[in-house]
């Protein structure tokens, strides 16, 4: 059989390098292009996985014709979402977008509607679905565990998105201060902050813990820092037919959690009728709590099923096997999300509690 042809588009998002490793490494798949309108930005990738020049592009179309992909892996900065998934979905081929899934509700429905004219599959990344601790959490919670899920509390962030590189390469703090003028991360128009970077991870596994249910309302509160037009702390609260629950984004956590976890930790606390489970990020290990046993338990976490442990291989394992996207990377589930995300942003911008926008 014919290996996957995977592309890369767009190298704004420091996780293309983490996953062109993963295409690299996986038996049925190949890197057949990259592209981004600078070169610099690929040189790396470049390097690393010997990427031939007939292979490199700085036009996007003209990276897709010629290669003829069968996935497309696009980590362009949020604003450019939605204009990517437009521009590929021309081409028919398979999209990986690497969270978050858009930078408005309605750029992740024109996203959806463009790609629903193809036929083809369309996976919104988030790198925490991949964590063992996250899945047996979720695990649990549909086992009926702790009885009804009632409310989730997450926390997530890192020092901040220039610290590292791909494959988590360290950058100085001096660096960092002299790249935050010229980067997206820290621009409005581009998408940039905390919020929209870390909230969707929250809002995303917190409906998936939730089986699919929104809230009635959001009300979200983000720091305001002289000198930075984007956010670098937010919290949001969710109401919900049956209870509370909060999402907090912070860049400039202590220390980055996969080295070494700051407080507060990096995870989940998910709280039910009968019980509660906390999830941390890279534990190997989730702890329990229930009516039966209230003394806290350590639950080892459950090895991933083959096809299930990383975003290409499950993705490919999709489109080998004509299987539905599901999960934390289907776009349904994903918009309810986006809804959370949007509603918070408007909420801080206009320091008041709203409903979740349609």
Same mark, same amino acid.
């Given at each position: 059989?014919?290996?996957?042809?995977?592309?890369?588009?767009?190298?704004?998002?420091?996780?293309?390098?983490?996953?062109?490793?993963?295409?690299?490494?996986?038996?049925?798949?190949?890197?057949?292009?990259?592209?981004?309108?600078?070169?610099?930005?690929? #040189?790396?990738?470049?390097?690393?996985?010997?990427?031939?020049?007939?292979?490199?592009?700085?036009?996007?179309?003209?990276?897709?014709?010629?290669?003829?992909?069968?996935?497309?892996?696009?980590? $362009? $900065?949020?604003?450019?979402?939605?204009?990517?998934?437009?521009?590929? #979905?021309?081409?028919?081929?398979?999209?990986?977008?690497?969270?978050?899934?858009?930078?408005?509700? $309605?750029?992740?429905? &024109?996203?959806?509607?463009?790609?629903? @004219?193809?036929?083809?599959?369309?996976?919104?990344?988030?790198?925490? #679905?991949?964590?063992?601790?996250?899945?047996?959490?979720?695990?649990?919670?549909?086992?009926?565990?702790?009885?009804?899920?009632?409310?989730?509390?997450?926390?997530?962030?890192?020092?901040?998105?220039?610290?590292?590189?791909?494959?988590?390469?360290?950058?100085?703090?001096?660096?960092?201060?002299?790249?935050?003028?010229?980067?997206?991360?820290?621009?409005?128009?581009?998408?940039?902050?905390?919020?929209?970077?870390?909230?969707?991870?929250?809002?995303?596994?917190?409906?998936?813990?939730?089986?699919?249910?929104?809230?009635?309302?959001?009300?979200?509160?983000?720091?305001?820092?002289?000198?930075?037009?984007?956010?670098?702390?937010?919290?949001?609260?969710? &109401?919900?037919?049956?209870?509370?629950?909060?999402?907090?984004? &912070?860049?400039?956590?202590?220390?980055?959690?996969?080295?070494?976890?700051? @407080?507060?930790?990096?995870?989940?606390?998910?709280?039910?009728?009968?019980?509660?489970?906390?999830?941390?990020?890279?534990?190997?290990?989730?702890?329990?709590?229930?009516?039966?046993?209230?003394?806290?338990?350590?639950?080892?976490?459950?090895?991933? #099923?083959?096809?299930?442990?990383?975003?290409?291989?499950?993705?490919?394992?999709?489109?080998?096997?004509?299987?539905?996207?599901?999960?934390?990377?289907?776009?349904?589930?994903?918009?309810?999300?986006? &809804?959370?995300?949007?509603?918070?942003?408007?909420?801080?911008?206009?320091?008041?509690?709203?409903?979740?926008?349609?």
């Amino acid at each position: 059989m014919s290996k996957f042809r995977v592309t890369g588009i767009n190298f704004d998002h420091m996780h293309m390098g983490d996953l062109l490793r993963l295409v690299h490494e996986h038996p049925k798949a190949e890197i057949v292009g990259i592209y981004d309108k600078s070169r610099d930005k690929m #040189a790396q990738a470049i390097a690393d996985f010997d990427i031939p020049e007939d292979a490199v592009f700085t036009d996007l179309d003209a990276c897709v014709v010629q290669t003829k992909p069968d996935l497309a892996i696009m980590c $362009a $900065a949020t604003a450019e979402h939605a204009d990517h998934v437009v521009a590929l #979905a021309k081409h028919n081929v398979h999209i990986h977008v690497e969270k978050p899934f858009a930078a408005s509700t $309605a750029d992740a429905k &024109r996203m959806m509607a463009a790609m629903a @004219q193809t036929g083809k599959l369309m996976a919104i990344n988030w790198p925490l #679905a991949w964590y063992p601790s996250h899945n047996t959490c979720k695990r649990l919670i549909e086992d009926g565990v702790i009885g009804e899920l009632i409310e989730v509390h997450h926390y997530g962030g890192n020092r901040g998105p220039l610290y590292h590189l791909a494959d988590k390469v360290e950058v100085s703090a001096e660096q960092v201060e002299q790249q935050k003028p010229e980067s997206w991360w820290y621009r409005k128009a581009s998408g940039g902050g905390s919020l929209l970077d870390y909230l969707g991870y929250g809002a995303t596994l917190g409906t998936w813990f939730m089986d699919g249910r929104a809230p009635l309302e959001v009300t979200c509160v983000v720091d305001q820092t002289a000198g930075i037009e984007v956010d670098q702390h937010s919290i949001t609260i969710c &109401r919900y037919e049956q209870g509370l629950s909060k999402m907090e984004t &912070r860049w400039g956590t202590f220390t980055d959690p996969w080295v070494t976890q700051p @407080q507060p930790q990096c995870g989940f606390v998910v709280v039910g009728t009968g019980g509660t489970i906390s999830s941390y990020d890279y534990d190997d290990f989730v702890t329990v709590q229930t009516a039966a046993e209230p003394d806290q338990k350590k639950v080892p976490v459950d090895v991933l #099923a083959p096809g299930h442990t990383n975003p290409i291989e499950y993705i490919l394992n999709c489109i080998e096997n004509n299987r539905p996207i599901e999960g934390p990377l289907s776009p349904d589930l994903c918009l309810t999300a986006q &809804r959370i995300v949007d509603t918070a942003y408007l909420s801080a911008q206009q320091k008041k509690t709203l409903a979740l926008v349609s």
